[in-house]
């Protein structure tokens, strides 16, 4: 294994932070390495969220990150008016930038260059920088695209400044938790003062901080995910199976499955449980980039495409179980709009392409609640169709039929209270009354 030495001589004394994007990741980020004493300098484009955090208020729902925010601000997380100030005093400068979904099914890097552009006007002036892509991006991308990228701009990496990368692997719902108390810091990197600043600010987290190639770095990242993504589809795909055999009642067997002692008390169990998909902003992206880049390495990713077809049928294998039973004029309620419970993340979220589907198969009176994620559904979807439920009690009363898109625990009991409704469990968490 090759790995390279690190300059121990570097302490943590005045190393300066900035994080350039203010997401789930960034603040994330910045707020962390300010509760271990860090200056962390914050700036994102977005001039409303920017002014929201600068005023104390989190953009999103995230546990454990108000509080940090308000122990920080103006204290040592300073939101920057522009990228050039955050990256002025700055040695570490972390990109946690969107990588959406872009042409083809490859990561779109332009947030992530343009980012990276807007701190050039610095990068002369003498003092040392680490700039670290902390966005997931493929393996290979900033071996053959930032690097370059910065070159094509007259920049070389190695000369006052040097390029690294470092994902991140925490979940939403848990991100303080998560970049709290991190199971590995993954760093690629080449250059070894910028590999003993990461192993100097990585040092209070009190977990391995593994140097590692670039590449590998990236690769990491998109073995983690794509495994998660790999264990969803495979539950899903078991889970058609076992209905269309019959008398199986599937959430139970694959909670039986759990209690393998290989599995249980385990998180990963969590993934390995049916649904109508995996959602949110990064399984659906980046198991998709992945497949995209095996090809573009003539490599023909033959799991991962079946794993991206199971999860891309499942709405319509929940939507045929309305389409097949009931008439067009009646009304569906959808309970759930987040991609996941405690989440007001609705980006790629199940319930989205439910109702996409629903409305193509011609239903018109959908219903939808979600205990946090109403207005930020409506915002990003905007279906005039949909019409939003003030409780779960009113989507049952006004609805023939139900589908239950996320595993909300509030959600659990209501067949009991409405059992006259005809609901589809696409979650397989539904207490009915087996009577
Ligand atoms: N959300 C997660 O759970 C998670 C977990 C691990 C890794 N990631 C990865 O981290 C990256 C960020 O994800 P996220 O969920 O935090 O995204 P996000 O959409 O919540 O945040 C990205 C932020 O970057 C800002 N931005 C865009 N261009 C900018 C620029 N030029 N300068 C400054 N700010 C800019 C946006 O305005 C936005 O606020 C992605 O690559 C994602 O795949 C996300």
């Not at 200056?39 to 989190?58: P, S």
């Not at 939403?172 to 991190?182: A, I, L, R, S, V």
């Amino acid at each position: 294994m090759k790995t390279i030495k690190v300059d121990s001589s570097i302490t943590r004394k005045d190393i300066q932070i900035g994080v350039f994007g203010l997401g789930f990741v960034g603040l994330t980020t910045a707020l962390g390495f300010a509760e271990q004493g860090f200056i962390v300098k914050g700036y994102d484009v977005d001039a409303a969220r920017l002014k929201t955090i600068a005023a104390g208020t989190l953009p999103f729902l995230e546990p454990g990150l108000d509080e940090a925010l308000k122990r920080h601000l103006k204290n040592r997380f300073l939101s920057a008016e522009s990228a050039v100030e955050a990256a002025r005093e700055s040695d570490v400068l972390f990109f946690c930038v969107g990588t959406p979904c872009g042409d083809q099914g490859r990561a779109d890097l332009t947030y992530l260059l343009a980012a990276l552009d807007s701190t050039l006007p610095v990068l002369r002036d003498g003092r040392f920088r680490t700039l670290v892509v902390k966005s997931t991006v493929p393996p290979g991308t900033t071996e053959s695209k930032v690097i370059p990228h910065l070159r094509e701009k007259g920049f070389y990496d190695g000369e006052g400044f040097a390029v690294a990368n470092n994902p991140e692997f925490l979940r939403e719902g848990k991100c303080w938790e998560d970049f709290m108390h991190p199971d590995r810091i993954v760093c690629g990197t080449q250059n070894k003062q910028a590999a003993a600043l990461l192993q100097a600010i990585y040092a209070p987290f009190a977990a391995p901080v593994h140097i590692v190639s670039l590449n590998t770095g990236e690769f990491i990242k998109y073995l983690s995910n794509t495994l998660l993504a790999s264990l969803i589809s495979y539950s899903n795909e078991m889970a058609v199976i076992a209905n269309a055999i019959g008398d199986i009642d599937t959430g139970q067997a694959f909670r039986i499955l759990h209690e393998d002692k290989r599995l249980r008390g385990s998180g990963i169990a969590s993934y390995i449980f049916p649904g109508c998909g995996y959602g949110g902003y990064c399984l659906p992206k980046d198991t998709q980039a992945m497949a995209e880049q095996a090809k573009v390495h003539g490599v023909e990713p033959r799991l991962l495409s079946d794993v991206i077809a199971i999860n891309n049928d499942m709405p319509a294998y929940f939507v045929e179980k309305v389409v097949s039973s009931t008439p067009t004029d009646k009304c569906i309620g959808i309970l759930g709009l987040s991609f996941k419970p405690d989440s007001d993340d609705v980006r790629d979220s199940p319930a989205a392409h439910l109702i996409r589907q629903l409305l193509q198969a011609g239903y018109t009176h959908l219903y939808a609640y979600d205990p946090v994620a109403n207005v930020s559904f409506d915002a990003l979807y905007g279906w005039p169709q949909v019409r939003y439920c003030n409780d779960r009690e009113e989507v049952c009363r006004k609805s023939d039929v139900i589908l239950v898109a996320t595993a909300w625990s509030e959600f659990k009991e209501l067949p009991l209270v409405f059992p006259d409704k005809h609901w589809i469990d696409c979650r397989y968490f539904l207490h009915y009354d087996h009577e």
